[in-house]
């Protein structure tokens, strides 16, 4: 019986182990997605590659270059990155990574919904242009960079006044990372769709843009017409009302955290149904 045990345990240990470093790895991988980081990895693949390949072929010298690099590369990478390794560390320490449970992400969201249609519908009947993306899953963090940062708690009033005409930070999108908001006056790629009608300008555009090479839900507020539009996954929702806005904030940020932690926890809104 113990012959029989020993093989078990030592395939659950590895088992175990597998797991463990794909949890770590796959973390990483979306901790970094849309980062400058990822131009980082490739630059470390290339090494190894032009390292394996200097190897087969006896090229002694950019052997030992790519050995040198390698060998205080991450000595680099430690110094460059810093400040994300830090913030990491000091949620870590805080216990954040435990403490987010499903029932506190949904009441952020919720929050943020309530936020953004409050001011949209203010800016709107007064036709104040504005733009504000809204991250999900893809990092925005290059797009994040190209404007001021803000690092503040989400607030109606707060997305109002910085929307406000003639002020420094007006022009530009507002990206929201989290519960909070990222930066203000950041710079997105427009669209190149052929399809996009000639009367919509640049806040339009840009929406687009940034939804065909990220998951972010971005909402566009006209200065020429007041209307209030919704772009996601390179598709424009145009002169939306404010129950289908808040449908589809709904929908896009509070349904599908619900379903991410649907596996951990029971929510208390599907018991109401």
């Given at each position: 019986?113990?012959?029989?045990?020993?093989?078990?345990?030592?395939?659950i240990?590895?088992?175990?182990?597998i797991?463990?470093?794909?949890?770590?790895?796959?973390?990483?991988?979306m901790?970094?997605?849309g980062?400058?980081?990822?131009?980082?990895?490739?630059?470390?693949?290339?090494?190894?590659?032009?390292?394996?390949?200097?190897?087969?072929?006896?090229?002694?010298?950019?052997?030992?270059?790519?050995n040198?690099?390698?060998?205080?590369?991450?000595?680099?990478?430690?110094i460059?990155f810093q400040?994300?390794?830090?913030?990491?560390?000091?949620?870590?320490?805080?216990?954040?990574?435990?403490?987010?449970?499903?029932?506190?992400i949904?009441k952020e969201q919720?929050?943020?919904?309530?936020?953004?249609?409050?001011?949209?519908?203010?800016m709107?009947?007064?036709?104040?242009?504005a733009?504000?993306s809204v991250?999900?899953?893809?990092?925005?963090?290059?797009?994040?960079?190209t404007g001021?940062?803000?690092?503040?708690?989400?607030?109606?009033q707060?997305?109002?006044?910085?929307f406000?005409?003639?002020t420094?930070l007006h022009d530009g999108?507002v990206?929201?990372?989290g519960?909070?908001i990222?930066s203000?006056a950041?710079?997105?790629?427009?669209?190149d769709?052929?399809f996009?009608s000639?009367?919509l300008?640049?806040?339009h555009?840009a929406a687009?843009?940034?939804?065909?090479v990220?998951?972010s839900i971005?909402?566009?507020?006209?200065?020429e017409?007041?209307?209030i539009?919704?772009?996601?996954?390179g598709?424009?929702?145009?002169?939306?009302?404010?129950e289908?806005?808040?449908?589809?904030l709904e929908?896009?940020?509070?349904?599908?955290?619900k379903?991410?932690?649907g596996?951990?926890?029971?929510?208390?809104?599907?018991?109401?149904?």
């Open positions: 019986m113990n012959f029989l045990n020993v093989p078990i345990l030592h395939y240990e590895n088992i175990i182990d797991l463990v470093v794909w949890f770590v790895i796959y973390g990483l991988i901790l970094i997605r980062t400058k980081a990822v131009q980082l990895l490739k630059g470390i693949f290339i090494i190894v590659v032009v390292k394996v390949i200097s190897s087969f072929c006896g090229l002694h010298t950019v052997e030992w270059i790519t040198q690099a390698l060998t205080w590369g991450f000595l680099a990478i430690i460059i400040p994300e390794l830090r913030r990491a560390l000091e949620t870590l320490g805080r216990g954040n990574i435990f403490v987010r449970t499903g029932s506190r949904e919720h929050h943020l919904i309530e936020a953004i249609e409050k001011s949209t519908e203010y709107a009947k007064r036709r104040i242009g733009l504000i991250a999900k899953d893809t990092g925005m963090e290059d797009y994040i960079e001021i940062p803000i690092k503040a708690h989400i607030s109606s707060l997305l109002i006044n910085i406000i005409p003639n420094p999108a990206i929201i990372k519960n909070e990222a203000a950041s710079y997105l790629p427009l669209s769709s052929p996009l000639k009367e300008g640049t806040r555009r687009l843009g940034i939804s065909e990220t998951d971005t909402i566009v507020v006209s200065e017409t007041g209307g539009s919704v772009t996601k996954s598709e424009l929702f145009r002169d939306i009302s404010k289908q806005l808040h449908d589809m929908r896009e940020l509070v349904t599908v955290v379903k991410k932690n596996f951990f926890s029971k929510w208390k809104g599907d018991d109401k149904k």
